[in-house]
């Protein structure tokens, strides 16, 4: 099972609406969690990185929290545009001596105008 | 490099072919990931390296897949006898050992298996 698990899968939303996707994992001991995003044919790239004492950091039209009691994370992406269209990487850190990371399989966005 | 280097960016290659994909991470970074990306679907862990570590080998699918990393640096990523299900595109990121440095990521294979 993998440690990191991302809703939806896929979501469509229209152009200047708002939309949330959500981060739940299991990875322990945690050292950070960061949204990624992937447009189609590059590499991911960095949006936010939380720490364990962070509960909320913003991008932008983009804003992350983290619980980390519940192990959740959601990325809200704010009065969407058709550049929004992408996929949305949840990776999480593991607090050890390796630093391991976990990705989630990704949210992927549909903007619509 | 500046950044994460993956060669080749394309490749065609007949079905049963072996290929070899490579990897230039950042100077200095001593992680190393690899991952494949089938149309439509998530990142699917492949292999990680770390420092003088043995590498976590989990998310290799067959034994025709194998990598390595010379020297702690450049990784390649092999593939034997290649089948129609290997099309995907591989993408290679590297991170340094401190916790709050992200990783970054090359821009990937993209392998056609015909």
């Known amino acids: 099972k993998n440690q990191v698990e991302q809703s939806p899968q896929s979501l469509i939303i229209l152009e200047g609406k708002n939309c949330t996707l959500q981060?739940?994992?299991?990875?322990?001991?945690?050292?950070?969690l960061r949204w990624y995003k992937q447009d189609t044919g590059r590499g991911p790239v960095s949006l936010t990185i939380m720490t364990f004492s962070e509960n909320t950091k913003s991008n932008g039209r983009y804003t992350a929290t983290l619980d980390a009691d519940t192990k959740q994370s959601s990325l809200h992406i704010t009065a969407s545009q058709l550049s929004d269209s992408a996929s949305y990487i949840c990776?999480?850190?593991?607090?050890?001596?390796?630093?391991?990371?976990?990705f989630g399989a990704g949210t992927r966005l549909f903007v619509k105008a | 490099g500046a950044g994460v280097s993956q060669s080749p960016s394309n490749k065609v290659t007949e079905k049963g072919k072996d290929v070899e994909l490579r990897c230039d991470p950042i100077?200095?970074?001593?992680?190393l990931y690899w991952y494949r990306q089938s149309l439509g679907q998530g990142l699917e862990f492949l292999i990680y390296f770390q420092g003088n570590s043995a590498p976590d080998k989990s998310g290799l699918p067959s034994d025709r897949f194998s990598a390595e990393r010379t020297g702690g640096s450049v990784s390649t990523l092999t593939i034997q006898r290649t089948q129609q299900e290997d099309s995907a595109v591989y993408l290679c990121?590297?991170?340094?050992?401190?916790?709050?440095?992200?990783?970054?990521f090359g821009s990937g294979t993209r392998l056609t298996v015909v």
């Open positions: 100077s200095g970074h001593t992680a």
């Open positions: 990121a590297s991170s340094s050992d401190v916790a709050s440095h992200g990783y970054t």
């Open positions: 981060c739940n994992y299991t990875v322990s001991p945690f050292s950070n």
């Open positions: 990776v999480v850190r593991e607090n050890t001596g390796g630093f391991k990371t976990i």
